[in-house]
């Protein structure tokens, strides 16, 4: 098979292609008339399964869609109980979505498959001791019910009841939704995955940053994703008519929350690895002549190690005292998020920069090793099998936009990474 990958760098190319061409599809399958949409157990989130099934199909795979509406393709091993070696990402967006996060791992999964099974013989078989699933995770944003990782979360056997109650927008909880979508919520469990079904989990996922791009490097090694903690902060203050109250007679709960999100930047701007982000912020009752008596804001926070997250939560806590105390303000928070940063596995890092160093010229530098500050669903099926990832350059970094981007080239590299990453990992298995 290596031999194949060394002597076929047309049928690379023309993989590339292929997936290129995907994600415009896929594109096209939205909610919206403007950008791209596709959430959790929406008409988009079953066209999508459809199509992908489809191409698993075209590749031998059988395919499922489990308890949680995850997608999943399978080549079994010439023993049907082997475990799988898993490999995939996400189908579903956030709003106004670029058209390769998550969606360029599902496909370039896809793509490994047709370039590693056997040419001649049982095209549906995998080659390897190990099964080789292709997985379509759902939910990964959190775009539809604010809580992020529900379909890995479900894999990982991890959900939580609590979830049940989770509404969207339009007032639709998450198990109404699931029987609206044909699936029945007593079934959830049977989502999950035990360990000893798994020999491990490998995505290839576009970088939503910079660093590739400035380096000039195509691929990267994914040492860790990110540990995150997320906020609903409330500042309660007085409204008051805008014309009639001085100054020394305010408490401007939309400028204690203004204040407040300013000193998320400071703190975070001077500690390495930590990044906050207030992204969204609302004064009520909202009207042009009142002052603001009451402002609410949403703080997400990440950091590479745990207990460095935890130091800056703890030092912002105080700042906030601080800055409401002054103003005669009144603030609390509401944890809604709460996830451990997870390392990718040692093997998995070994074999992924093994498979980069296959796409570099002699005498090149190591592949570079980054963290991801952004989570994926590998923070999830860490919880019951090994993870690696592997970063694709994307230019400028932008990502959760509709300019995201990743070359031809680029993807061409990551396909012959990836597949040679599957190779080493068989290898090491013996």
Partial sequence: MRARLEAGQQEIVAAARRVMLRCDELARVTASETGIERVYLSPEHARANRLAAEWMRELGMSTRQDAAGNLVGRLDAADPEAPALMIGSHLDTVLDAGRYDGMLGVLAALEVVRLLREPAGDAHRSPFRFAIEVVAFWDEEGTRFGKALLGSSAAAGTWDDRWWALQDAEGVSVRQAFLEFGLDPARIAEAARRPEQLVGYLEAHIEQGPELHRRGESLAVVSSIASARRFQLVVEGEARHAGGTPYDMRRDALLGASEAALAVERLCRAEH??????????????????????????????????????????????????????????????????????????????????????????????????????????????????????????????????????????????????????????????
Wanted: hydrophobic content about 45%; proline content about 5%.
């Fill in 273 to 430: 690895h930590i990044i906050g982000t207030v992204g969204q912020l609302e004064a009520f009752p909202g009207a042009m002549n009142v002052v603001p008596g009451e402002a609410r804001f949403s703080l997400d926070l990440r950091g590479e190690l745990d207990g460095h997250r935890d130091e800056v939560w703890s030092a912002l806590s105080l700042e906030l005292d601080a800055i409401m105390g002054r103003r005669g303000l009144r603030w609390r928070a509401d944890e809604v998020h709460n996830a451990a940063a997870v390392g990718c596995a040692p093997l998995l890092q070994d074999v992924v920069r093994e498979g980069i160093a296959t796409t570099l010229a002699p005498g090149a530098d190591a592949p570079a090793t980054l963290f991801s500050p952004a989570g994926h669903d590998g923070m999830s099926i860490g919880a019951i099998t090994d993870i690696g990832m592997l970063f694709l350059r994307n230019p400028d970094g932008i990502s959760h936009h509709p300019d995201e981007d990743v070359s031809t080239e680029d993807v061409a590299h990551g396909l012959r990474a990836l597949a040679e990453s599957v190779l080493h990992l068989a290898a090491e298995r013996g």
